[in-house]
């Protein structure tokens, strides 16, 4: 007998701007990562002003699922996966995000993944705004510090419920929203003026985003009461260094700023800790009557969530008020290994946020993501052979098991990242001379290079390290990461059958074949 529930939800995740492709066909608008350029583990990722001949543009083919779904689909089934989380692509169904009626084209595209999802027996558990913020609301409006965003994001969500009830019941409103703080462009699309107090602009944005995601729970309940709508948190926990009481209180501040995201979900309130936070950087937030009360009406069902690593702080003595401080407050964990990127190892850290969750707030708890970022080869004969990625996974899922088991935890399903591979990998850095950034409208200062950010789940995906156009670009479809953790280590072959445009000057790989 499984130790997990009866209808537990194994699967897989990707994001659709990471692997549909299609990025301008039948209707679609650009957005965020369509102005994204490739990267690799020595070199950044860049937001151009337009899209250039001479840059490659991961986003605009992808592995092309938007031409191969019903293929990849199939193969889903056959590792028996019993739901398949994806995203829809804001600018599929409104190009600019402003419009009154949607794209019917991208309607019927995802009417027809969802509808072969059914077919074979998995689940859809579907984000509705995966790091893809409409590129036109940027220039135009300044994203999410805007608050017309609320309405253009109600809009949105409410015709992705009507389309799709009866398809979808599992929904998540924004991917790792908290990720704003750390990373506000890949995040939420920010950029800042020229001395403009940054982190107050993060938090209005961050409340507006919530107050959305909130009216979108209320629309999905109006529309359907048996729809699971979740919300979906960056979870990396924080430790403190050492037992110093300090050390402590450090960890403890470190977990307030970074999750205090979860109770707005939740309980419909922002905690206290993060007012008094609020007065004591002296930040003025727009937050109306109105927006409280959609915050108490929109909790959600289910709190849906990614983990990769762990971190650790410690206090310091230039920090008396032991204020948490991404940037600086971080140490290496010396209990812990480190993957090639720096990733702190820790599967019993999922173990331990799993418990964190389910004693704050006692809701079901969903794995949404959860993987390993590697410097991965590939061999002359086009082999991978990634036994760390397979121990890191079977590691993870022992401590997801003790969760279950000895803690109680309930846990509805397991989805980690990723079951389909896409190039490029979101790096920090210094643009050359002469390169172009995010064109911004007047009055709005030049955009800056895009951030990196470890813990989110567009970071360092494999194969990023391949570079163009030394190596062919190695595209694996769906059969790796289950039959790897249920029957043992296979080695994954790589067979490129085409070319993409000759504007990008790559050639296609197609599915792959398996050997023992």
Not at 35 to 45: F, R, W
Not at 113 to 123: A, P, R
Not at 475 to 487: A, E, I, M, T
Request: net charge negative.
């Amino acid at each position: 007998m499984s130790v997990f529930r009866d209808d537990f939800l194994w699967g897989g995740a990707c994001a659709a701007n990471q692997f549909e492709g299609a990025w301008d066909v039948d209707g679609k608008g650009p957005s965020v990562p369509d102005l994204c350029t490739n990267g690799s583990h020595t070199s950044p990722k860049w937001v151009t002003t337009a899209v250039r001949s001479d840059r490659l543009y991961p986003s605009h083919e992808a592995i092309d699922f938007y031409h191969h779904y019903e293929e990849d689909i199939a193969l889903f089934a056959e590792m028996g996966f019993k739901t398949f989380r994806t995203s829809i692509n804001w600018t599929r169904i409104f190009p600019t995000g402003m419009e009154t009626e949607p794209n019917e084209k991208g309607l019927e595209f995802y009417d027809k993944v969802f509808d072969c999802c059914k077919k074979h027996g998995i689940e859809p558990l579907v984000t509705l705004c995966h790091f893809d913020v409409p590129m036109h609301l940027v220039t135009e409006y300044g994203s999410w510090r805007n608050r017309k965003m609320v309405d253009f994001f109600a809009r949105y969500a409410r015709t992705c419920f009507e389309e799709f009830n009866g398809l979808v019941k599992y929904w998540l409103t924004f991917n790792e929203i908290n990720i704003m703080l750390h990373s506000p462009f890949s995040g939420a699309g920010l950029v800042f003026e020229e001395g403009e107090n940054e982190d107050q602009v993060k938090y209005q944005a961050a409340h507006h985003e919530l107050v959305a995601s909130a009216l979108a729970v209320k629309v999905a309940r109006e529309i359907n009461p048996e729809l699971q709508i979740g919300c979906m948190i960056a979870m990396c926990p924080i430790y403190p260094l050492t037992c110093a009481p300090d050390d402590m209180m450090m960890a403890m501040n470190a977990m307030h700023r970074r999750y205090w995201f979860t109770d707005v979900h939740v309980r419909g309130k922002y905690p206290r800790h993060l007012l008094n936070y609020f007065t004591r950087r002296g930040f003025e937030l727009d937050i109306t009557e109105e927006d409280r009360q959609a915050l108490t009406e929109g909790c959600v069902d289910y709190i849906g969530f990614s983990y990769y690593m762990s971190f650790a702080t410690q206090a310091t003595a230039d920090n008396p008020q032991l204020d948490y401080d991404e940037s600086k407050s971080l140490v290496s964990n010396p209990y812990v290994q480190k993957s090639d990127w720096g990733w702190q190892i820790d599967p019993v850290g999922l173990r331990y946020s799993l418990n964190w969750f389910w004693d704050h707030y006692q809701l079901p708890l969903f794995i949404v993501e959860n993987g390993f970022g590697a410097i991965d080869k590939v061999e002359a004969n086009g082999e991978i052979n990634d036994d760390y990625r397979i121990e890191y996974l079977k590691a993870h899922i022992e401590q997801m098991k003790k969760a279950v088991t000895d803690d109680g935890v309930d846990l509805i399903g397991y989805t980690p990242w990723g079951c389909l591979d896409w190039p490029g990998v979101w790096r920090p850095g210094t643009p050359p001379s002469g390169s172009p950034v995010l064109a911004l409208r007047p009055g709005r200062a030049q955009g800056s290079v895009l951030q990196g950010c470890p813990e989110s789940g567009t970071c360092l995906r494999r194969p990023g390290a391949i570079p163009r156009p030394a190596i062919p670009k190695c595209v694996v479809r769906s059969r790796r990461v289950w039959r790897l953790v249920r029957q043992g280590h296979r080695v994954l072959r790589c067979r490129p059958t085409g070319a993409v445009a000759a504007r990008r000057g790559w050639p296609h790989s197609r599915p792959v074949s398996w050997h023992h």
